[in-house]
């Protein structure tokens, strides 16, 4: 006999979200479901996970026995928005082996497919230049959505004639840069110059290009969010982690933050909480994880020591 899920949500597709239901078994806390997944709102845990399927509707014959789907959605992620065409190889359709003669002839058509795919130069560097997002994307570790992100600002940029004269790599990780400083992914200038192709100086070049031409809405980052990622990097214990993001916090509401670089300030945190709790951490490791120099982490530290008394 099939048994009901106890934790079983109605879902609201116009609005993606649902809720609230039956307590949380671990702590009691109070369950929301988001996007389809179900969890507490107090300890995180998940209670359901299951993602709501949008890719489009699907195509019934009247027996109701196939299955089909109209195809994959629209993407800002190729080129060609995933509408491109692909010509196979050894089998048809159905799996059925092709004769050598077909083969041939699909080889033939393959080549000529090949040489038209690109419609233009511009569509050949929007090419070129998704390929890169997706690899950089790949590289630091970013969802699907960033990427989908990038690339719909990769070809507002080109939209706008910004990249005549200058790198497509550089565009493509500016792009990346610019949807982490957007978002809530946490990535660093020098994060994304490792994975790209390009240098530093024309990745910053492009980035100003692409704020200054498209007002990109990119908020102050605060020193807080890059505590975690430093955290784990120079393997801190929890409670001085939160002892670092409190200290960010206070120093972000006291205004002391403002103006330097966040990452370096998250440094200077993270060593002011080592040593309250009595934690051994090299200074020019946690330098080179939030890609300052010493000296940076040095003068914030010594702003925080010397400042922190007046924050309460």
């Not at 997706?134 to 969802?143: F, K, N, Q, T």
């Not at 605060?222 to 990097?233: H, T």
């Not at 001085?240 to 002391?256: D, G, I, K, M």
């Amino acid at each position: 006999m099939a048994t009901s899920n106890p934790y079983e949500r109605d879902f609201d597709e116009q609005h993606e979200n649902s809720i609230p239901a039956e307590d949380c078994p671990e702590c009691e806390g109070q369950l929301t479901t988001d996007g389809g997944e179900t969890r507490c709102t107090d300890c995180g845990l998940i209670i359901e996970a299951c993602r709501v399927d949008r890719r489009g509707p699907r195509t019934f014959n009247e027996d109701e026995t196939s299955r089909e789907r109209t195809g994959a959605p629209i993407t800002q992620a190729r080129h060609d928005r995933g509408l491109s065409t692909e010509i196979g190889y050894k089998t048809d359709g159905k799996g059925n082996s092709l004769s050598g003669e077909k083969r041939r002839q699909l080889g033939r058509l393959r080549r000529e497919h090949t040489r038209a795919k690109w419609q233009s130069k511009a569509e050949r560097n929007l090419g070129h230049g998704c390929t890169e997002i997706a690899r950089i994307v790949g590289a630091l570790d970013l969802e699907r959505d960033h990427r989908e992100q990038a690339s719909k600002l990769f070809r507002s940029a080109q939209s706008a004639d910004l990249l005549p004269g200058r790198s497509i790599e550089a565009f493509a990780a500016a792009t990346v840069y610019a949807v982490c400083r957007c978002s809530d992914a946490t990535r660093t200038l020098g994060e994304v110059v490792s994975v790209a192709q390009c240098a530093r100086e024309k990745i910053t070049n492009a980035y100003d290009v692409l704020n200054d031409e498209l007002g990109l809405p990119a908020p102050p980052q605060r020193p807080r969010e890059f505590i975690p990622g430093l955290a784990s990097a120079v393997d801190v214990p929890p409670e001085t982690e939160r002892h670092a993001r409190s200290l960010a916090e206070q120093a972000w509401t006291a205004e002391v933050s403002i103006g330097v670089h966040p990452g370096g300030f998250a440094a200077s945190c993270l060593e002011v909480a080592c040593r309250d709790h009595e934690v051994e951490i090299i200074q020019q490791k946690l330098a080179n994880e939030a890609d300052v120099s010493p000296v940076t982490v040095r003068t914030h530290r010594d702003t925080i020591e010397a400042t922190r008394g007046e924050w309460s």
